[in-house]
């Protein structure tokens, strides 16, 4: 065998791992790049990031072109190192040249380039992308038979061929925001905030109203100098009125209406009726997104929630929407309240009976079922299938039993929550 023959087929083993690092290399770093980090990099107009997006958007096309350009090369690189050993009369030749690549491809065609590649991804994409891109071009008809082939097999299967999205989840988000808290790049009422975005659209109506028994509402026949007595003293900008019962909301009057007919000494002698304006009515099971829509575009404040029998189920305003995103909004008429669950002891917690089940479990680290009651009030008249009075018990499950705590006529105000024993801050960590 002459010396040429030696060196050319070296140089085409060196060639053969060279590409090897390049398509590992490349993998890792596409992989590394998230749909919107690749989006944002052709917004500032880097080079190589049309090629970066365009793979990651199709990454069942990039993903086969790295494996069979990597799978013929390891190929390759391993029948022509037998080759070498073979022809040097190497003892066991097949044996050591497969230990000898194993070795070589591992180090340099795998380890190597990715942990080059990763530590600098968005450099590294953008540089490799467009060679990979060329490589796709060249191997396009095998790449296609095999993606039809794939795609055969995991219809045969039952599988779901071809994904395309979505590349980045809800929960991705909330992974993002919850390390960025972490890390002190978000502050925790910016990562509370974006979190109650997030679920903003999952929100229903019902979730959010002011309930039929707290509605502040005037009946028709009233005087409108009364009216306007309960206004200012519930402090709110507007109210309904409804005609023999609250079923039968016919309006809405305004605080401003009521204060002009009073400045200009007429207040006296008007009727509601003629002060009253139209008011919205809304299903209960609306989402509350599509609801800050229709109050943007019908520019009203407060609309009436009917339930499936066309019955009064109570209000929603705009404020309480907002509340929804910013969290409590307060302004000089609201009184402080208390926390809607406060932990009296290692035992015991005293939650106000409107305090949503799934928010009860969070802070109190408890169990209770969330299926068929939202409230701690709805679950705790549940569980005893009647109107319980105050300091009856119930036993929700092993661990929690629920006390009546305060009631107001048929109503609920407050369960005492009753623990076998909460763990501590710190209690089980060595």
């Known amino acids: 065998m002459s010396s040429v023959s030696i060196d050319a087929e070296l140089a085409g083993l060196v060639a053969l ?90 180090t340099f065609g795998e380890i190597i380039p990715k942990t080059i590649t990763i530590g600098d991804s968005e450099k590294w994409a953008r540089r490799l992308a467009p060679w990979l891109e060329r490589v796709a071009f060249v191997i396009s008809p095998l790449n296609a038979s095999f993606l039809w082939l794939t795609n055969g097999i995991l219809r045969i299967f039952g599988g779901r061929p071809s994904p395309h999205g979505p590349f980045v989840t809800e929960e991705d988000i909330r992974m993002l925001v919850n390390v960025g808290a972490e890390q002190n790049v978000l502050e925790e009422q910016e990562r509370e905030m974006i979190h109650s975005i997030i679920e903003f659209g999952d929100t229903i109506v019902r979730e959010v109203m002011t309930p039929r028994p707290d509605i502040v509402a005037v009946e028709r026949s009233m005087l409108a100098t009364r009216a306007l007595e309960l206004v200012i003293k519930e402090g709110y900008s507007k109210i309904p009125v409804y005609e023999g019962t609250i079923d039968n909301v016919a309006g809405v009057v305004h605080e401003r209406e009521l204060l002009i007919a009073l400045a200009n000494g007429t207040l006296a002698h008007v009727s509601l009726t003629s002060l009253m304006r139209a008011v919205e009515f ?42 929804e995103i910013v969290g409590e909004i307060r302004d000089e008429h609201d009184e402080i309240e208390e926390e809607p669950i406060r932990r009296i002891s290692e035992h015991e917690a005293v939650v106000e009976a409107s305090t949503n089940v799934e928010d009860v479990n969070a802070q109190l680290d408890t169990e209770l079922p969330t299926d068929e009651f939202e409230t701690i009030g709805g679950l705790t008249v549940g569980l005893f299938g009647r109107l319980p009075a105050v300091g009856e018990e119930v036993v929700a499950d092993e661990n929690v039993r629920l006390k009546v705590e305060r009631t107001r006529g048929r109503r609920i105000l407050a369960v005492r929550v009753l623990h076998n024993g909460w763990k501590t801050e710190g209690e089980g960590e060595e």
């Open 282 to 323: 809304v299903p209960e099971n609306k989402r509350v997104s599509e609801m800050l829509r229709e109050m943007q575009r019908g520019k009203y404040s407060l609309a009436v929630v009917v339930d499936e029998y066309g019955g009064t189920a109570g209000l929603v305003t705009l404020e309480d929407l907002l509340e």
């Open 17 to 106: 791992i060279l590409l090897a690092m390049f398509f590992a290399g490349t993998e890792a770093a596409l992989i590394s790049i998230s749909r919107v980090k690749a989006r944002s990099m052709l917004e500032s107009r880097l080079h190589g990031a049309s090629s970066v997006l365009r793979l990651i958007e199709d990454r069942n096309r990039f993903l086969t072109t790295v494996l069979i350009g990597n799978t013929i090369v390891l190929l390759a690189a391993d029948s022509l190192a037998t080759f070498l050993f073979i022809q040097a009369q190497v003892p066991h030749a097949a044996v050591w040249s497969t230990i000898l690549m194993t070795v070589l491809l591992l």
